[in-house]
């Protein structure tokens, strides 16, 4: 049952987000990445409607690709890859050598931002802040097994083994107790620009607390990767127009354990069934980003390079809040997911916003509030019927909206659009809702229990509880009916009987591999695609399957191709792999998530939220390189520069920062030893797999370790001669 399993150890605290963002392709009319040839435009791409504006005289415009004429591109004035990290953190129109296009990327629209984004040195990492446990949910044996939580607030009535756990941190740190240790989560999209699959790479995790100057750790281990299962891109209400800085995400990972530890021995002494491991439920959250940073007045922070050196560099990463749990996992439960039932909202059915004491920041540089949404959608619940307890569980963590309040200062390095980061959050109170149970058979539907703002979904409680509810359900057999939550006698959120995910949500193949159906999802061996598909929690059969439509969509060129399927548990997709490129694959299980005909914000938004989803990221086999591989044509340093190592001085610089990437330092003997083992395939789910992005590809990745072993080589013949 993983997040709905007893006992519960909840948590809440801040992290720091490092979020490398030359590669999102945010910026108007400027293109750097190649995502499908895992490239970069060098010099960049500065497109434009030629109908509408004119390209300054002697810039060459060049159509667009794909584009039928629409989009032409010129070259920004000057800009080579000695000069790319300059120009990509100066404001667009006053570079140097690019001044004087000022007048045309005002007219693009353009002008003033920085190409590189808000954090162009970004290093991907996610390191936590003092995330410590805040709550811990049992059942009260006292008490007919009704879950009781205890805090700091009551607890003087917790059991010691368990208040000890109270004020422990979560952390991703290698060596917790070690001063100045360092994370080992890292964040990576499948697809940067679509970004609908964020993932996480965890070297370790760890619950940890010192008593008396005694070090406890009461458990760590190695997390799968985790992919974001649940958003909703418009949580925070008073920015729910920045997206999707305003949103939420959920992750889920899961530690397969010896049960030796600590934690793991308390799990099998007050929880109800078989614990072979730990699972964390991640909600990331309350997201403050300086998104137009002046760069010459960013913080700076010292990085240490592969020779010892210490370099400065600017850093702007993103503060977030974490929130969520730690419980009992069992085997056939998935990994980074749970196995439940699921509430909607329908788009038509959005709930009123009272925005009355809620704060309506003015963006800096702008003529008015930034607004506040008169009505939103809710994003789905998963809910567990848990019979042998007679309990329902809901968890509505990434549902709930809130607002901020009591801004604080501006940094000194934002700009234009940016807003004060809040110091507090408030859960916004919607009222109280009805949980409600309608059989199949018809009549009226039973009322189970009241969901309050007072007792269940306050701040306060939301971080004592991590957003979980749990509602006493009399006996009887609630498969044969639909829940439903209801607000003033309005249904809002319904069960959808049909749920389908994966543990394999993010994936990446070889063009034109073999076989086509195993890809590389949490490292090596490459496995299947594996559907899991369940009707009101209950898997659906081979003989009974269900009908969807699959929705593979080119969110670079919003190309839509549609496939009618028949799915049921256990079910191995495949993908195709012959087009290089990334593709999203939409399994909707109604028409209100299909991907929209007409593309809009609040119709992708819905589906972001509500649509079962597949990113699939099919690596070029870069047929340029043949003649190279097959030993027709010499490796040169300059081969492997312009084909794989470019993309990564120019759009993930930090890269260039830690290991200068020119011929010199990439010829060290030790250097190179170090990169074999780096793009090792059995290294791949490990944090600092080279590259950290996973985006080079296996023929990428054979040239650059035949130009090493070439290297090698030679050396060795040197020495000999020598």
């Known amino acids: 049952m993983s997040q709905f399993d007893f006992p519960r150890i909840n948590f809440h605290g801040q992290a720091f987000l490092d979020t490398p963002t030359a590669n999102n392709g945010y910026i108007p009319n400027v293109i750097l990445f190649n995502q499908s040839e895992s490239g970069v435009f060098v010099p960049p791409w500065i497109t434009f409607d030629p109908t509408k504006i004119t390209a300054p005289t002697g810039s060459n415009p060049q159509p667009v690709p794909g584009s039928n004429g629409t989009q032409d591109y010129i070259y920004p004035l000057g800009v080579t890859g000695d000069n790319f990290q300059q120009w990509c953190t100066t404001p667009l129109g006053t570079f140097s050598t690019d001044s004087g296009y000022e007048q045309f990327y005002q007219a693009v629209g353009n002008y003033g931002m920085n190409p590189g984004y808000w954090n162009y040195y970004g290093d991907i990492s996610m390191a936590l802040d003092n995330v410590v446990v805040t709550g811990i949910t049992v059942p009260d044996t006292n008490n007919n097994n009704v879950p009781v939580t205890y805090s700091a607030d009551n607890i003087d009535l917790c059991p010691e083994d368990l208040s000890i756990l109270i004020g422990a941190e979560l952390s991703f740190n290698s060596d917790y107790f070690t001063k100045g240790s360092r994370t080992t989560a890292f964040l990576c999209d499948v697809d940067s620009e679509g970004q609908l699959c964020t993932q996480i790479f965890y070297g370790q995790a760890g619950l940890y607390k010192s008593i008396n100057g005694s070090n406890i750790t009461f458990f760590k281990g190695h997390p799968v990767k985790s992919t974001v299962h649940f958003m909703n891109l418009f949580r925070v209400l008073n920015y729910a127009n920045i997206v999707p800085m305003g949103g939420s995400a959920s992750f889920y990972t899961t530690i397969e354990d010896d049960s030796s530890n600590n934690l793991t021995q308390l799990f099998s002494k007050y929880g109800n069934g078989a614990v072979n491991g730990i699972f964390i439920k991640i909600l990331i959250h309350e997201v403050h980003e300086v998104r137009d940073p002046d760069y010459s007045n960013m913080p700076i922070a010292d990085v240490t390079t592969v020779s010892g050196n210490k370099v400065q560099i600017p850093k702007n990463p993103a503060k977030v809040s974490i929130t969520g749990s730690i419980t009992p996992w069992s085997n056939g439960d998935m990994k980074t997911t749970s196995i439940s039932r699921i509430l909607k909202n329908a788009p038509s059915a959005t709930v009123a916003i009272n925005s009355n004491g809620i704060d309506n920041p003015i963006p800096q540089g702008a003529n008015g509030p930034l607004g506040i949404p008169s009505a939103v959608n809710l994003a789905p619940v998963p809910f567990i019927v848990n019979a042998s ?200 299980t109604n028409s209100n998530e299909k991907f929209p005909t007409a593309f809009s914000l609040p119709a992708f938004a819905y589906l972001a939220m509500n649509t079962s989803l597949i990113v699939c990221r099919v690596l070029s086999e870069e047929p340029q390189l043949a003649p190279y591989l097959s030993g027709q044509e010499p490796i040169t340093w300059e081969v492997v520069f312009t084909n794989v190592l470019q993309l990564y001085k120019t759009v993930y610089p930090i890269m260039d920062i830690v290991l200068p990437i020119n011929e010199q330092t990439w010829s060290d003997p030790f250097i190179q030893k170090k990169i074999l083992m780096l793009t090792d395939e059995s290294n791949w789910n490990q944090p600092l797999f080279m590259p950290i992005t996973r985006d080079m590809s296996a023929t990428q990745r054979q040239l650059l370790q035949m130009w090493i072993k070439q290297s090698q080589q030679l050396k060795k013949q040197t020495t000999h001669y020598e």
């Open 389 to 588: 307890l007679n309990l329902i569980s809901l968890d509505l963590s990434n549902m709930l909206h809130e607002y901020g309040a009591n801004p604080g200062t501006m940094p000194p390095y934002s700009g234009n659009g940016d807003i004060p980061p809040y110091q507090d959050f408030i859960n916004y109170n919607y009222g109280t809702f009805n949980l409600m149970f309608q059989p199949d058979a018809g009549g009226s539907p039973s009322n189970i229990g009241s969901i309050t703002y007072a007792d269940n979904y306050n701040m306060q409680q939301f971080i004592n509880t991590a957003g979980m509810v749990d509602i006493s359900l009399p006996s009887g057999d609630y498969s044969t009916g639909y829940f439903y939550l209801s607000l003033n006698n309005i249904n809002f959120l319904t069960e959808d009987d049909l749920y389908i995910i994966t543990d394999q949500q993010g994936i990446y193949a070889e063009q034109n591999q073999t076989p086509p159906g195993l890809y590389m999802s949490d490292g090596l061996p490459r496995i299947p695609c594996t559907l899991r598909v369940f009707s009101r929690g209950v898997p659906v059969s081979n003989l009974t399957p269900a009908s969807t439509t699959v929705q593979g969509v080119n969110l670079s060129t919003m190309n839509v191709t549609n496939t009618n399927i028949q799915v049921f548990d256990g079910l191995q997709y495949t993908f195709p792999v012959d087009q290089e490129g990334c593709i999203t694959y939409l399994f909707p």
